[in-house]
């Protein structure tokens, strides 16, 4: 129940194109949904995030779309440029409740955007 | 500002041996969580301290711990190296006592041969 599953595992995008990541949970008592960018030799970055009481939210060309009921949520890369090209991680937590720093993260998507 | 600092970056250590790593977290930063990263099992949360106390603990053997200290300081020890320890190590910390917005550091490449 403290799964988080992202797919694809890799994604190749022409420049300008739209990069799309799906995620999907099962703990219904997640309340905090954020997404992670890593370049390699980096820790993950934290790109955009999502409470349940809203079920879009954008940041430039970053977008997270939320749905409840289905217990998924993806993230949108508009006008992909090469240097989007890096790992994404999905993450989920109970951080209004007691999971305390614990992020429960998907597998991760390679994305690569060509030029 | 100062984002999360790790050292060192890279370690090499052998089987049985013991390792120490740093965190520094960013200042005025209260909670560090610490997570296990490798290709087969992905990010995986070890523990994460606030004040000095340890609120939450991942599912890893006791030869993993940590601490933290007054001045949100924390190191993670982990004893009795095995090879499959090899991974890299990430710290993160938060302002807020609820666990939001972590940002993490570049992290601790450790090697056990």
Known sequence: QQQVKQSPQSLIVQKGGISIINCAYENTAFDYFPWYQQFPGKGPALLIAIRPDVSEKKEGRFTISFNKSAKQFSLHIMDSQPGDSATYFCAASNAGGTSYGKLTFGQGTILTVHP | ?113
């Not at chain 2, 523990?47 to 030869?63: A, C, I, L, V």
């Open chain 2, 1 to 113: 500002k100062a984002g999360v600092t790790q050292t060192p970056r890279y370690l090499i250590k052998t089987r049985g041996q013991q390792v120490t790593l740093s965190c520094s977290p960013i200042s005025g930063h209260r909670s560090v969580s610490w997570y296990q990263q490798t290709p087969g099992q992905g990010l995986q949360f070890l523990f994460e301290y606030f004040s000095e106390t340890q609120r939450n603990k991942g599912n890893f053997p006791g030869r993993f711990s940590g601490r933290q200290f007054s001045n949100s300081r924390s190191e993670m020890n982990v004893s009795t190296l095995e090879l499959g320890d090899s991974a890299l190590y990430l710290c993160a910390s938060s302002l807020r006592q609820a666990s939001y917005g972590y940002t993490f550091g570049s992290g601790t490449r450790l090697t056990v041969v």
